[in-house]
């Protein structure tokens, strides 16, 4: 069975300092991953997907498939990056989303 | 251009109401899916369309809950004789082409429903 754990519901950290949001999965096979994110009163949005291996707004993350794995790290994290962080994925045969609960991220000045 | 859009944005049923949720993906998409989030979860699957074919309702919770997209466009959610624990948001998401992973899919605001 498919499953994402994202094991902080909040996590609280003061401008300037680097941010790391978990997830981890389960799945047997090679899933794609992904991060959305939803600020205040706006609607879910795609961050970053790890097949892109880009940075957006200087977050990035790497697939471990070791570990099974997909953090969301941001070296400097800015008051604006406060939001509602999804981890999801995504088996390579189908197209749903599998969301975990999300990790509430506080930056505060 | 225009996102997604869901109407309503709030939607309050007593118990027992039939409703009927509204999502108008952005225009072209072929792909349309439903999500369910409850209140402090993430979204969950609830069923997928590509043009008018509803190829996938798994993540239906019941057969209380029918969905449709007729036109290959508009879709509309309905929920019979709701329940309490329907109460949640409602989100919708559209892609480009044919649900492959790759896809990115752009979601409407959601509609609230609580269930009296």
């Known amino acids: 069975a498919q499953r994402v754990t994202q094991p902080e519901k909040l996590l609280s950290v003061f401008k300037g300092a680097p941010v790391e949001l978990k997830c981890n999965y389960s799945y047997s096979g090679s899933p794609e991953l992904f991060w959305y994110v939803q600020y205040s009163r706006q609607r879910l949005q795609l961050l970053l997907r790890?097949?892109s291996r880009e940075s957006i707004k200087g977050f990035t993350a790497d697939l471990n498939k070791g570990e099974t794995s997909f953090h969301l790290k941001k070296p400097f994290a800015q008051e604006e990056d406060s939001a509602m962080y999804y981890c999801a994925l995504n088996p390579n045969s189908g197209y749903a989303l599998n969301f975990g609960k999300g990790t509430s991220l506080l930056v505060t000045p | 251009g225009a996102g997604v859009s869901q109407s309503p944005r709030y939607k309050v049923a007593k118990r027992g109401q039939d409703v009927a949720l509204r999502c108008d993906p952005i225009s072209g998409h072929v792909s349309l899916f439903w999500y369910q989030q409850a209140l402090g979860q993430g979204p969950e699957f609830l069923t997928y369309?590509?043009?008018?074919?509803?190829?996938?309702k798994s993540g239906l919770p019941s057969d209380r809950f029918f969905a449709e997209r007729p036109e290959g466009s508009v879709s509309t959610l309905k929920i019979q004789r709701t329940q309490q624990e329907d109460s949640a948001v409602y989100l919708c998401?559209?892609?480009?082409?044919?649900?492959?992973?790759?896809?990115?899919?752009?979601f409407g605001p959601g509609t609230r429903l609580t269930v009296l």
């Open positions: 790890h097949i």
């Open positions: 369309f590509q043009n008018e074919a509803q190829l996938d």
């Open positions: 998401a559209s892609s480009l082409s044919g649900g492959r992973p790759k896809d990115t899919q752009y």
